[in-house]
């Protein structure tokens, strides 16, 4: 059984429990935005002085509290501007903030697909994904992870029975820290006449030459993805998430996705708090992810996101016991996270860290599977 770490609070890099202070290889702040002091000090300056850039009211809109679902009162400034700067961030007709990604994935495939629509989804795509198809009662298809060509095979087969057509993937991979290849997909969306949805949760910040994700590393491929959700909680720092796409696509979330409708709105200090990241804070947030490539390339790693596989629970559980009296705060995933017999330790690397840090890291797993196989 799982249960939940008493951990008291996090700094920096760090993570402290019981008094102690611990290495947190176990946190999705990609770019240790969400614990610098410095921004968070500058940022409630900026409330109480009422300064910024966008609106003399900056007080007054700061409320701990929405109250409502945002097509009741819990509408205000904060998000249409939030909003408008994403959209134009992409250059997209429009965007719409959501909660959690969760929250979005599961409102955006429920809002958009129903019944007689299909979709077409990786195998190992986030949980929310899945819990979004299940609830649009659209019928669905999995293609064998980052395969295409098994993807195309299913398209084949089935496309042409139906009148839409979604293609749903991660771009960089919770568990794996695997990329999907975005040209693939979009001749295959192209070629069938399938929408194409990107999930960017672990993708931007990390990646893009402006922070948006894997949809504009290499090659801009923003123009040609449908649906761009990003998740707002992990490398930036903050909470919740956007959704940007044609004008069309975000009216009819407006109007029919479940998670937006009939959710209270996230309180509008959140909203500033992004807007401030984003808008004031780019220049850092650009420096933060040079480090992060830096150090992953030092290690000549392909993402923040490193998988060590054991295989069996017990195993995994008792190699993160170890990591933990050595310092390194590195929590076991366990099935139904993942599939059976690949329980694992799911590395998370920040901008911070040092290469000191992980070679030490990477020292101690060596010795503890050295250890299980002798």
């Given at each position: ?40 000090k500058?940022?409630?300056e ?19 509290s929405?109250?409502?679902a ?13 909003e ?5 961030w ?11 990604g ?5 409102g ?13 989804s ?14 649009s009662?659209?019928?669905f298809f999995?293609?064998?992870?980052c ?32 990329s ?28 893009g ?15 040609k ?7 707002l ?13 044609d ?14 409708i ?13 807007e ?16 992060l490539?830096?150090l ?6 392909s993402?923040q ?37 690949t ?25 503890c ?6």
């Amino acid at each position: 059984m799982r249960k939940l770490t008493p951990t008291t609070h996090r700094q920096s890099i760090y993570i402290f429990e019981n008094g102690k202070k611990y290495i947190n290889f176990s946190s999705n702040d990609y770019l240790n935005l969400g614990t610098n002091e410095i921004l968070r000090k500058n940022f409630l300056e900026q409330i109480l002085a009422e300064k910024t850039p966008f609106t003399e009211n900056l007080f007054s809109e700061a409320l701990f509290s929405s109250s409502s679902a945002r097509l009741l009162s819990g509408n205000s400034a904060p998000y249409t501007r939030l909003e408008n700067f994403i959209a134009k961030w992409y250059e997209k007709e429009a965007a719409l903030c959501f909660n959690s990604g969760y929250h979005a994935n599961l409102g955006i495939i429920a809002g958009l697909m129903q019944k007689n629509d299909c979709i077409f989804s990786d195998k190992l795509n986030h949980n929310s994904i899945l819990a979004g198809i299940k609830q649009s009662n659209a019928d669905f298809f999995r293609y064998k992870h980052c395969d295409c060509s098994h993807l195309e095979d299913l398209l084949k087969k089935h496309r042409k029975e139906y009148k839409n057509a979604l293609i749903v993937s991660e771009s960089v991979f919770s568990m794996d820290g695997d990329s999907a290849s975005l040209a693939d997909l979009i001749f295959l969306k192209e070629k069938y006449d399938c929408t194409f949805m990107l999930d960017e949760a672990h993708g931007i910040g990390v990646l893009g030459r402006d922070a948006q994700g894997l949809c504009n590393e290499k090659e801009n491929f923003i123009p040609k993805i449908d649906i761009i959700m990003g998740a707002l909680g992990k490398a930036f720092g903050s909470q919740g998430a956007y959704c940007t796409a044609d004008k069309a696509i975000i009216d009819r979330l407006i109007n029919f996705a479940p998670t937006f409708i009939f959710s209270t709105a996230l309180p509008p200090i959140q909203i500033l708090w992004t807007e401030y990241l984003l808008t004031e804070c780019m220049g850092f947030i650009l420096q933060q992810q040079k480090k992060l490539k830096n150090l992953l390339q030092e290690f000549s790693l392909s993402s923040q996101i490193v998988p060590v596989i054991i295989g069996e629970n017990e195993d995994t559980v008792n190699i993160a016991n170890h990591l933990r009296e050595k310092g390194f705060f590195v929590l076991p995933v366990r099935p139904p996270t993942v599939p059976l017999h690949t329980a694992r330790l799911r590395l998370s690397l920040c901008a911070d860290m040092k290469p000191a840090q992980l070679a030490q890291l990477f020292s101690e797993l060596e010795a503890c599977k050295c250890s299980m196989n002798g």
